[in-house]
C-alpha cells in the first residue's frame, strides 16, 4: 500500500502483488484458519443442530367445469389452479390445523403446526404437494396423513362442487432434510479462507511501516542518506550476528 506525497489529501494505491505476497507469506494461518472453520461447521452440523426429516404426498385437484371437448382449454387450466391456490389456503386455515391437531393429538400450537407443513403446486401442474417437517420422522409421516384425512371433507365443505384426490401417500422418511452436513462444512471453509484473508489484507494495509529503501526513493524520490540495520537478525552473511558486528575475512 502506497500513499502519494504530491496530492493535498493523501490518496493510497493498492498493489494487489503486495497483498497476494502477504498473504503467502502467511499462508500457514489461512490454511489452518480453513481447516478449524471447516472443523468447527462440521462438528456442528453433525454432533449439535438437531436433524429434521420431511414427508411428502400429493394431491390433485379437481375442476368441475363440465367441458364441451376433449381439449383441455387453458380457461380450464387457470381455473384449476385457482382451485389449487384455494385448496391451499384452506390447508393453512386455523380450522384445519385445529383439527389435524386434535386427530393426530399432536403437542403444537396452531401456529406452530403451520410453520411445519408446506404446499405448493407441482411444476405449475394442476398437483399440489404437501410436506410435513419434524425431528421425528414418524410424526412428520404422521401430519401428512392426517391431513390426507382431513383435507378432503373440508375442501367439500367450503367450495361447493370441487374436490382433492390423492395422488401419492406420505412415506416414512429415512433420510433428514437438514442440516446438510457438505454444504455446512464447504461454507466453513469458505468462511475461514475469506476471513482470514480479509484480516490480512486489512492489517497489510494499515501497516505503514516501511519494510524497504525503494520504497522511499520510489515514492518519495528522495536520496536515503544511511540505513540502520536491524541488530536482531541473525543472518551471519548478513555483517550481524546477534549484538555485535564482525568483519568477514577476505
Not at 10 to 16: G, H, N, T, Y
Not at 151 to 177: C, M, N, Q, Y
Not at 211 to 218: I, K
Request: with cysteine; proline share 4%.
Amino acid at each position: 500500500m502506497n500513499q502519494s506525497p504530491n496530492s493535498s489529501s493523501a490518496v493510497v494505491e493498492i498493489d494487489l502483488l503486495q497483498l497476494i505476497e502477504a498473504i503467502w507469506k502467511r499462508i500457514w494461518i489461512v490454511i489452518a484458519a480453513t481447516l478449524v472453520c471447516g472443523l468447527l461447521a462440521f462438528i456442528t452440523a453433525k454432533f449439535i443442530i438437531t436433524p429434521t426429516y420431511q414427508s411428502s404426498a400429493r394431491m390433485y385437484v379437481n375442476n368441475t367445469t363440465e367441458r364441451t371437448s376433449n381439449t383441455i382449454t387453458s380457461a380450464e387450466i387457470t381455473a384449476a389452479k385457482n382451485l389449487l391456490d384455494v385448496y391451499i389456503v384452506i390447508l393453512n386455515s386455523e380450522s384445519t390445523l385445529d383439527a389435524v391437531i386434535e386427530e393426530a393429538n399432536l403437542p403444537y400450537t396452531t401456529r406452530y403446526l403451520a410453520g411445519m407443513i408446506s404446499a405448493k403446486a407441482v411444476s405449475s401442474t394442476e398437483v399440489f404437494e404437501i410436506t410435513a417437517t419434524s425431528t421425528d420422522p414418524a410424526e412428520a409421516k404422521l401430519i401428512v396423513d392426517t391431513m390426507l384425512d382431513i383435507l378432503p371433507d373440508r375442501i367439500a365443505e367450503i367450495v361447493e362442487g370441487s374436490s382433492a384426490k390423492v395422488v401419492s401417500e406420505a412415506k416414512l422418511p429415512t433420510h433428514k432434510a437438514a442440516p446438510n452436513v457438505k454444504k455446512y462444512t464447504l461454507i466453513g471453509l469458505l468462511l475461514g479462507l475469506v476471513v482470514s484473508c480479509g484480516i490480512i489484507v486489512v492489517l497489510e494495509m494499515l501497516d505503514t511501516t516501511v519494510h524497504e529503501s525503494s520504497y522511499l526513493t520510489e515514492t518519495y524520490n528522495l536520496p536515503v542518506l544511511a540505513i540502520v540495520p536491524d541488530m536482531r537478525r541473525k543472518k551471519k552473511h548478513s555483517g550481524y550476528y546477534g549484538d555485535y558486528y564482525y568483519r568477514k575475512e577476505a
